[in-house]
């Protein structure tokens, strides 16, 4: 058996195995996320060792017959698919630009309040740097304007939230003048690292107008996370207020009708007698 392929296949199961292990911690919150990347790079190293040292395997097992092709085949398998994702990532980091917080409004951005003891400090506040850079790479993220009350569309975007599984920090429906917020954490597909999200939804004439900002909580580049996120809810907001029902009016009080005078009756008439 060769020993390259032997290692190329332990190589990978490792890696596999210490992925699955940086997704739990983060998931679970059981450590921080710094040593969870640290673990996750890790895994990495030992991935692209499964597929160098498998490379190696095919030529010594060409050259000397020995057996062990299987394992190689599956080191190589593996530790491609390991690096599959983070190679994606890689893509996009190269074609998109390096932010980490998206907002539908750039001039007055929604701010962090129950999230901001969450965050590091200095990133409740959009960095103004950052305008210039959403607007080149994401044109079409600009506020949703709705011909909904403030009511109707501030009950929508609550409902998706709670339909996502995001977790609702804080939440203040529209009274008056006042706008309505709602604040969520929402997390990445793989590795659920944590994203604020706030969402504020204000009056417009006779409409509404929702603004979404959504912000990376670690990192300094999110490979167009936030971005997706933000389109992907503001689709999904117009569509559930389109298709919502119109508010009802509340019925009027009932009036109580005076009562109608009853009928006087006749005297009955006495039977004549002969």
Known sequence: MSRLAIWSWRFALFALTVVLLSIVVVRTGLL??????????????????????AFFAFVVIWRQGLPGLGRAVGGLFLGLLLL???????VRAYKLPVINDITTDTAHPPSFGALAKSRRPGTNSYPAKFAGLQEQAYPDIAPLELDASTRVAYNETLKLIEKR???????????????GTIEA????????????????????GAGSRV??????????????????????????????VSSARPETPAPLPETTAPPKPKPKRKPARKPKTR
Do not use: C, H
């Open 185 to 204: 954490v929402a997390r990445t597909t793989i590795m659920g690292f944590p994203d604020d999200v706030v969402i504020r939804v204000s009056a417009d």
């Open 84 to 90: 599959a994702y983070p190679g994606y990532l890689a």
């Open 32 to 53: 921080e996320v710094l040593p969870a990347l640290a673990t996750f790079g890790a895994a990495l190293v030992f991935a692209v060792l499964a597929v160098l040292t």
């Open 211 to 240: 603004d979404v900002r959504s912000a990376a909580r670690y990192g300094i580049d999110d490979f167009g996370t936030n971005a997706r996120r933000v389109m992907a809810l503001l689709n999904d907001i117009e569509n559930a």
């Open 165 to 179: 599984k995001w977790q609702v920090v804080d939440e203040m429906p529209p009274i008056g003048n006042r706008d």
